[in-house]
């Protein structure tokens, strides 16, 4: 199982220090030493071989014996719970490290076990919305895991988030606790979206019933695309596991992709377990980049950080073999009130290189770039209307 992140202090970025945030960034980012003939960073070899692009599954060989020394990035791809994706995209390497044999088949044999679990206590909560008539969408990981990935096992989960009507989420919740669950502690803050974890008592296992995508305090809580009405009409139904349950469009899978992954990263830096949603955006797009409604999913994305989100995501994704969006969109994504610049663009892109991929903490004495982090508009406009 992957570690959760802990919060950090995130010093905040006002307008008047953006500008020389970005000069002291630049000169660490993007000015950085490059050692001759480095390789790919672990994660970023293993992210372009599941897309199809890097190994004989798909394409070219890649050498996993260069990487045989390095615990540090094998150890990143372990509490990321991606050692069972390692573990198959390798197989058929012919110069695996010998080293990696028992912690990669230990994280397999752990996944499948936990795997199976999740899937019981999920398919209990559907049960449960079944029996009550209501509808329920499964989310993040356990929306994307069986249709993603060569096996659903190899996509980590630490808990089960399920979206469910705001005005059924306490009869579900009442209907667990009588088969089984717990009530964790949770706070009691309003504009939250989601209720207490409950905890399956046998199992162990966690489920957030969620009743939005986002809490009403992220910047991307309003966007019409994520509003209860639009994720209503845009749901897909299909056989779960005896049983069947629903998930959102590959559109706004996408996009919510984007929109979540930058907006944690933003509270949380960067930590092994946000490697998760880069390998489901690649795979989505593997898996449905030339089906998408591209002009109904840009029509659709009425929110700048919403929007920026996604530029600086399908900007960065190319690089690991996604097919790219079509010009106009990205013509279109980058109209985003300057939240995500051409050199906040490459900033992001180099921060995530160097550090999510590169498997490095955050060491700098600023907050990493995100969308609209060193945006001198967007922090001023953030802070007059605090006041």
């Not at 590169?358 to 953030?382: D, E, I």
């Amino acid at each position: 199982m992957f570690d959760a992140p802990s919060v950090h202090s995130i010093t905040p970025c006002g307008p008047g220090k953006a500008r020389a945030a970005l000069a002291l960034m630049s000169t660490a980012l993007l000015r950085a030493p490059r050692t001759e003939g480095a390789i790919l960073p672990l994660a970023a070899a293993l992210l372009t071989a599941s897309s199809g692009s890097g190994t004989t599954h798909g394409g070219a060989h890649v050498d996993w014996l260069r990487y045989g020394d390095d615990d540090r990035q094998l150890e990143w791809i372990l509490r990321a719970g991606l050692g069972p994706l390692l573990r198959w995209t390798a197989s058929d390497g012919k110069d695996v490290p010998a080293k990696w044999g028992s912690p990669l088949l230990a994280a397999e044999l752990t996944a499948r076990v936990r795997h199976a679990n999740l899937v019981a206590t999920a398919v209990a909560v559907l049960d449960v919305c079944h029996d009550l008539c209501v509808e329920a969408t499964l989310l993040k990981g356990l929306s994307v895991s069986d249709r993603l990935y060569p096996a659903a096992h190899m996509r980590p989960m630490g808990d089960l988030d399920i979206l469910v009507p705001a005005g059924d989420e306490a009869k579900v919740t009442e209907e667990l606790l009588a088969r089984g669950f717990e009530r964790l502690p949770h706070p009691d803050t309003p504009g939250l979206h989601h209720g207490a974890p409950l905890r399956h008592a046998r199992r162990q296992t966690i489920v957030e019933l969620h009743t939005a995508l986002f809490p009403e305090s992220a910047p991307v809580h309003g966007a019409a695309l994520f509003r209860a009405e639009h994720l209503q009409a845009h749901r897909q139904v299909s056989p779960y596991h005896g049983t069947n349950a629903a998930h959102l469009s590959a559109e706004i899978q996408l996009v919510y992709i984007a929109s979540a992954w930058f907006n944690d990263m933003t509270t949380y830096r960067f930590h092994p377990s946000f490697l998760a949603s880069l390998f489901d955006a690649v795979l989505l797009l593997k898996a449905d980049g030339p089906t998408l409604n591209w002009d109904d999913l840009v029509r659709a994305v009425d929110n700048d950080m919403v929007k920026s989100s996604l530029y600086a995501l399908l900007t960065y994704v190319t690089r690991f073999g996604a097919a790219p969006p079509p010009q106009a969109v990205l013509r279109r994504l980058a109209k985003n009130r300057g939240l995500v610049g051409p050199l906040q663009r490459r900033l992001i892109h180099a921060a995530l290189d160097r550090y999510l991929l590169g498997a490095r903490v955050w060491s700098l004495p600023f907050p990493p770039p995100m969308p609209g982090r060193y945006s001198p508009a967007h922090q001023f406009k953030k802070r007059v209307m605090r006041q």
